[in-house]
């Protein structure tokens, strides 16, 4: 086997199922399209249906559409999940949503929901999927974690709280199913144009003032994304688990 080709099957997604949260928009639909591209088989979730059905038309994806935010049992979200192509063994966890509230505006509702959607369901999908993982032999779980995993931003208490959160979780189910075959890693992006960074991409000023803290000197692409998606997806991951990789332009480095 050539280098080339010894390469390309360690990296291939082909016959891999994934399930991709947050995937009407932003990084999640990003990467939906990215394991898509790389072979995988991947199913689409999010609110939004109309979002999932324009993505299921760009490769071999799949829609369910989920308010994650209300999921009651988390066992029938699993078999709906394993629908379209079987168990899956690739889990990300894209789905979040950060208010960027003041901490003197932070109700009960809107910090619960924070946490809810960003931490808690991140676990209890996880742990819904495992069980076809385990049938598998294998599993790749990758969260989405933060700059605010680590430092602290304007108008981000309950978002940093829940990011912090899962720099944990991940190191947590690490811990209790890596023995077992299912891996389990974050991505913490830094700031990259969605919608849950309009604000930041909206002004100018405050645009530059965090291209300009990164080592590189610029904002991320959604691009700049898909080699550690692909890789942490990927069997040539196998040996990492419990890890939070930085795809941020040395923003933490600086």
Known sequence: MGSAEFIGTLFSLEGRVAVVTGASSGIGRHMAGVLSGAGAKVVAVARRKDRLESLVDEGQIAAVPADLSSVGDYDALAADLAEPFGAPDILINAAGVNFREPADDITPE??????????????????????????????????????????????GMAYGASKGGITQLTRAMAQAW???????????????????????FGDDALSRHHADATAIGRNGELTDLDGTTVFLASRGAAYVTGQVVAVDGGYLAT
């Open 110 to 155: 809107s910090w619960q929901a924070t946490l809810h959607l960003n931490l808690s369901v991140p676990f209890f999908v996880a742990r819904a999927l495992v069980p076809g993982m385990l049938e598998k032999g294998a599993g790749n779980i990758i969260n989405i974690a933060s700059l605010q995993s680590y430092r602290a931003f304007e108008k």
């Open 178 to 200: 890596s023995k077992d075959g299912i891996v389990a890693n974050a991505i913490a992006p830094g700031f990259f144009p969605t919608e849950l960074t309009a604000p930041v």
